[in-house]
T-cell receptor
Framework: DTEVTQTPKHLVMGMTNKKSLKCEQH?????MYWYKQKAKKPPELMFV???????INESVPSRFSPECPNSSLLNLHLHALQPEDSALYLC????????????FGSGTRLTVV | RKEVEQDPGPFNVPEGATVAFNCTYS??????FFWYRQDCRKEPKLLMS???SGNEDGRFTAQLNRASQYISLLIRDSKLSDSATYLC????????????FGSGTKLNVKP
């Protein structure tokens, strides 16, 4: 299995909703990442987990809450989002060593209304 | 100053042409380097890693110049299917890879 699977593929939520994005990989990768990508912009790093511990939080607002329940799963909990949070949310994973390229999931396209 | 700078293009080239993209990075401690390809509304996909000695994969050649903090990608014999955005990536980190993405260079290969 060489894939990173993200669900759902599309999500529309209101500003008062609570939702979660899910990411799963079975490649034995011990580093997992959340990125946000707006149209015609490069991906922006949000969070890095290494060995199931949060290693980097790029000053992301608390309305985004990551969780790494085990080495294969990564969640992103969403609450009280704003319309400007609408974007493509990409999960990625890699071996926890320097020099490894990421494998990206196909993303969740989020629209906040 | 941005960590990684790329010419956004677009580069409009005919099929069969050779095209080169360049990228500069600002952090001399950057450890690993990659080119990713991203098609419209899709996720980025790893095209190739970039090694100090330069490396080739079919029609694609990547070069790294650490002294000048410069990375390049050469595409020979361009195909219509090469049309995409090419993202230059540099990486830092120990037990993970913190990627810094360039803004991407758009390539349009025309018949």
């Amino acid at each position: 299995d060489t894939e990173v699977t993200q669900t759902p593929k599309h999500l529309v939520m209101g500003m008062t909703n609570k939702k979660s994005l899910k990411c799963e990989q079975h490649m034995g990768h011990r580093a997992m990442y959340w990125y946000k990508q707006k149209a015609k912009k490069p991906p922006e790093l949000m969070f890095v987990y290494s060995y199931e511990k949060l290693s980097i939080n790029e000053s992301v607002p608390s309305r985004f809450s990551p969780e790494c329940p085990n080495s294969s799963l990564l969640n992103l909990h969403l609450h009280a989002l704003q319309p400007e949070d609408s974007a493509l949310y990409l999960c990625a994973s890699s071996h926890a060593i320097q020099g490894e390229g990421y494998t990206f999931g196909s993303g969740t396209r989020l629209t906040v209304v | 100053r941005k960590e990684v700078e790329q010419d956004p293009g677009p580069f409009n080239v005919p099929e069969g042409a050779t095209v080169a993209f360049n990228c500069t990075y600002s952090n001399s401690a950057s450890q690993s380097f990659f080119w990713y390809r991203q098609d419209c509304r899709k996720e980025p996909k790893l095209l190739m890693s970039v090694y100090s000695s330069g490396n080739e994969d079919g029609r694609f050649t990547a070069q790294l110049n650490r002294a000048s903090q410069y990375i390049s990608l050469l595409i020979r014999d361009s195909k219509l299917s090469d049309s995409a955005t090419y993202l230059c990536v540099v990486s830092l980190g120990v037990n993970f890879n913190k990627f810094y993405f360039g803004s991407g260079t758009k390539l349009n290969v025309k018949p």
